[in-house]
């Protein structure tokens, strides 16, 4: 029964159950629109966020929503990209294709990753931002999505210019599925019948898709927020990639919150306590890097 509940649970996190099929916005209001990928008939778009007195070479952070790799919306992120945008950053939140849309595996999501961050260094200059400063972030499957361009070699898309690195200079994972193979000393985690399954969602070998199988040193700093009570992504997945990719010395950091569960985060969530608490963090993480400067400024943003 355990070992049953154990992988019900990772199905439903890998997206294997169905979800209801959202629509994307047309427009995000204050934000522009801009493609930054085409793919046969598919334009897929960021929603950029600006600073009302930007700086010259400005940090930037480009989100990608949750959903299972098969549904979800961009506008999942529209408030901390709200909120970003007010601290200095040039903030965007990002398309990319999923299944229920495009009919697309996991390769695909983690391919338009890479692009949307290759695209926006290729464009730094044109928006403003700083190429050396860039953060991916995201929640859930595009907690996945971000881990991925910061640590999994490859799944680029061919007719892009490789000369322009897809790698983000920062990481902020939500509630990212980092463990998407047998680790050792975890036994119950996956069994034979769940790695197939698995990796008809996929697209490829899970391990080549599992971010904790592929740290190395070198990386870029990572802040991990997590609830520890999240029946979808466990904990305990979070922790253990916090700590080996600290062992090999890349900058890695795990906020955990007790008693929280999956996508606790979430703008309008439990009267914004976990928005707010979360966005403290990643605003602490930011000002350590030196993105950011002075006090974090979430209770003025939210009372707005």
């Known amino acids: 029964m355990q070992r049953f509940l154990i992988c019900s649970l990772i199905l439903v996190a890998i997206g294997l159950v169905a979800q209801p099929k959202k629509t994307w916005p047309v427009q995000l209001k204050g934000a522009e629109r801009v493609v930054y990928k085409t793919v046969g008939d598919t334009q897929l778009h960021l929603h950029i966020f600006r ?87 995201g929640g859930s499957a595009g907690g996945h999505v971000a881990a ?50 698995l990796k008809e969602r996929m697209g490829a070998e899970p391990m080549d898709l599992s971010p904790w199988h592929q740290i190395k040193k070198g990386q870029p700093p990572t802040l991990v927020l ?15 990639f916090v700590e080996k990719s600290a062992a090999v010395g890349n900058q890695t950091e795990l906020a955990a919150y007790p008693g929280e569960a999956h996508g606790f985060f979430n703008y309008g969530r439990n009267g914004n306590k976990m928005f707010i608490a979360t966005m403290q963090r990643t605003d602490a993480f930011l000002n350590k890097l030196g993105w950011i400067k002075g006090e974090p400024t979430i209770d003025a943003f939210i009372r707005r």
């Open 51 to 137: 600073p009302t007195k930007q700086r010259t070479k400005a940090p930037a952070v480009v989100f990608f929503f949750g959903g299972g790799w098969r549904s979800g919306t961009p506008a999942q992120f529209e408030q901390q990209c709200r909120y970003l945008a007010s601290r200095g950053m040039v903030a965007m939140t990002a398309e990319y294709r999923i299944r229920n849309m495009h009919g697309t595996l996991a390769t695909a999501c983690v391919a338009d990753g890479k692009s949307a961050v290759r695209w926006i260094r290729a464009n730094a200059g044109k928006l403003g931002v700083d190429p050396d400063r860039i953060a991916a972030g």
């Open 148 to 197: 991925c361009t910061g640590v999994i070699d490859g799944f680029e898309s061919k007719d892009e210019d490789h000369k322009i690195s897809s790698v983000p200079n920062a990481m902020v994972l939500f509630n990212p599925p980092c463990v998407l193979a047998p680790i050792p000393g975890r036994h119950d985690f996956l069994n034979a019948d769940n790695i197939t399954a």
């Open 226 to 240: 997590h609830g520890e009570k999240d029946p979808t992504v466990k904990f305990w997945t979070a922790k253990v």
